[in-house]
């Protein structure tokens, strides 16, 4: 059943929290697969499991029960620090707040995933100006967080997922702390990593509009997939992006 | 892998954010190791002052002392005080019994009113042989010493100390003059110069006479209060030391040693003994001080649980980007080693300039041979033991962070 051109399998995914008497059951028996290559947004409103679900994907927690493999192995064989390192590795993180470091540059903040990888040290410099190339801030270099504008922040969040040439990118609400201009930017640069990067995407957003960049959505509810279906009028990334 | 140069660099980053606070919490241990350095270097110094002394008097010298050392609060060592005696003196010179002796001399003390005219004071009677002025290094103002004749033949001839004679004479000539003791009098030979407050054997406030004099005529007695013997050598001071139990022995017809009654002590045994007493007072001050260091260390701990919760949503980002719990761990073990090894170099500094200021201020103010000295075992204590506070207070703040969840430390808001 376990296939090379699927990055992500899941069978029968449970997460459930215990909130001292009361258990949570966030995710309840879920079960799809992620092509490589492929754009996938993930929607619902706001409890519906979808955080839970892109914390358990993106390796940053674990699952109560039920199998994950990603990239061909199952998740639960790993230790704690070959997870580390895979995230390091094969895995890029867009958060909503940026989560960038204050006071710290932009090439030093793009860098920072490196200093946790084998990548040697020579290569850091040529590896982070090519990555703040790709989303337009080469102008930017020595900037510091606090004198960049959101969108820019974004994009530098952009940048430093994509320092260490992942092999899939999970975005979480990358656009939901950014205005419509900003937040149509940033997905445009997103949608071009997918289409001319060839990276493999998972999106999580509640908005229809930032979802309609994806090739499809599952829409999660109450823990449970309610639809998972095709994106029918896929927007385009050409014209909204700008540098 | 993080690489300790970036180790080293993601620490530096963590504290320069928050200068002051970094600042006060290195603080508490500078304030530790300052006192820690300072004790023990003024310990050093008081020790090298006061061995300096005793080393002084030469080390081949030995004193006999009547009575035995106390063993215990009911041990009454004064019983024997009138233990050593004129036949002991002449059982000691005999070559037969010490082969290695170069000098004797017996003294006797006590302390009384001295008089001239109507002028009186207080001094301490000092009765020894000729030979005092060698063994004690003693520098005459005016006039001369008294000699062997004037031990033989009992005169009443004395050597003032310089603040009896200032006393007494004020400003005239004491030289030829007669002073009073206990209605006996004495002729003023010679004054001493000043020794100074520093010095561990003050004569200022003596008058020092020939022991048969201060005997026969003062004190009405025919014992020692001590017995000074130098060997030929440093090398003959154990040997010399044995010859002298045996002799003594024999002359006080005692076959159990522990039922002597006089004791033999070398300058060694005072050294070590004063050496003792120094060491341990400086330990003693530098436990004390160690609570300064402690409470700093608390400081620390404090300071890094703070940084720790402060720095959830970093901790969370750097687990995201592939930091493991191990390379978090070093991060702020390491951030709060920094903190108290700063704080212990600066500390070091700070405690050496201040003993280096003291020790100028006592030899230079006050007249004392006080010598400054880099307290070595305080500053690799120091450093040692700043660093192990930094692994002790900054370990658990470091546990609870790379323990951090990476989610629950991401939605930290």
Do not use: C
């Amino acid at each position: 059943m376990s296939n090379n051109l699927n990055i992500i399998e899941v069978h029968n995914l449970k997460k459930s929290y215990n909130d001292g008497e009361t258990q949570t059951l966030a995710l309840d028996n879920v079960s799809f697969t992620v092509r490589k290559g492929e754009f996938l947004a993930i929607m619902g409103p706001s409890g519906s499991g979808k955080s839970t679900l892109l914390h358990v994907l993106g390796l940053l927690d674990d699952a109560t029960s039920g199998d994950y493999i990603f990239d061909g192995k199952k998740t639960s064989s790993y230790s704690g620090n070959e997870l580390a390192a895979l995230r390091n590795k094969k895995i890029g993180f867009v958060f909503q707040a940026f989560n960038l470091l204050a006071r710290t540059s932009v090439l030093e903040n793009v860098k920072l995933p490196l200093i946790y990888s084998d990548i040697p040290e020579h290569e850091w410099d040529m590896r982070a100006r090519t990555a703040i190339e790709a989303v337009g801030l080469s102008h930017r270099l020595e900037h510091q967080p606090s004198e960049l504008s959101g969108g820019e922040r974004q994009r530098v969040a952009i940048a430093r997922s994509l320092i260490n040439d992942p092999d899939i990118i999970f975005a979480d609400e990358p656009t939901g702390n950014l205005d419509s201009k900003s937040g149509k930017n940033v997905m445009s640069i997103i949608q071009k990593l997918n289409e001319e990067n060839g990276k493999t995407i998972i999106l999580i957003t509640h908005e229809t509009s930032t979802a309609d960049h994806a090739e499809r959505i599952i829409h999660l509810l109450d823990g449970v997939i309610d639809r998972d279906e095709k994106v029918k009028n896929r927007l385009t990334t050409s014209d909204e992006y700008v540098k | 892998m993080l690489s300790n140069r970036h180790l080293f660099k993601t620490a530096t980053t963590g504290l320069s954010t928050n200068r002051s606070r970094t600042f006060l919490t290195i603080f508490g241990i500078v304030i530790g190791i300052t006192a820690i350095m300072l004790v023990v270097s003024l310990g050093a110094g008081a020790q090298a002052l006061i061995l300096g002394q005793v080393q002084g008097l030469g080390t081949n010298t030995i004193a006999i002392i009547p009575g035995r050392e106390p063993t215990g609060p009911s041990d009454v060592s004064s019983l024997y005080s009138d233990s050593l005696k004129e036949k002991d003196l002449t059982a000691l010179e005999n070559k037969a019994n010490v082969p290695w002796l170069k000098l004797i001399m017996p003294t006797v003390i006590s302390a009384d009113s001295a008089s001239f005219g109507s002028n009186a004071y207080q001094v301490n009677i000092f009765g020894a042989t000729e030979i005092i002025a060698d063994i004690f290094d003693m520098h005459l103002d005016s006039g001369s010493f008294w000699d062997q004749d004037d031990v033989l033949s009992r005169n009443s001839v004395v050597v003032l100390g310089s603040k009896v004679a200032q006393h007494l004479f004020d400003t005239e000539n004491p030289i030829g003059q007669k002073i009073k003791v206990k209605s006996v009098n004495l002729k003023v030979v010679g004054v001493l110069a000043p020794t100074g407050g520093g010095s561990l054997f003050n004569f200022d406030n003596m008058i020092i006479l020939p022991y048969t004099t201060t005997q026969s005529y003062i004190l009405g007695t025919k014992y020692f209060n001590r017995i000074i013997i130098q060997s030929v050598t440093d090398d003959k001071v154990a040997v010399t030391a044995d010859d002298i139990d045996r002799t003594l022995r024999e002359s006080h017809n005692i076959t159990d040693p522990t039922k002597d009654d006089f004791t033999v002590q070398t300058q060694q045994d005072l050294a070590n003994r004063l050496s003792t007493i120094t060491t341990s007072l400086t330990w003693f001050l530098v436990a004390v001080a160690s609570i300064a260091l402690f409470v700093g260390g608390v400081g620390i701990m404090n300071i890094m649980l703070v940084a720790v919760t402060e720095r959830t949503r970093e901790i969370g980002l750097r687990k995201a980007l592939g930091a493991t719990n191990g390379d978090i761990l070093k991060q702020f073990l390491l951030e709060a080693v920094m903190l108290t090894v700063i704080g212990g170099l600066v500390g070091i500094f700070l405690g050496t300039l201040l003993a280096f200021i003291i020790a100028l201020g006592l030899s230079k103010g006050l007249g004392v041979n006080w010598q400054f000295v880099f307290p070595w075992s305080g500053a690799i204590l120091g450093v040692t033991v700043s660093a192990v506070i930094g692994l002790v207070f900054g370990g658990y703040p470091a546990r609870k962070a790379s323990k951090k969840s990476p989610i629950e430390a991401l939605r930290y808001e």
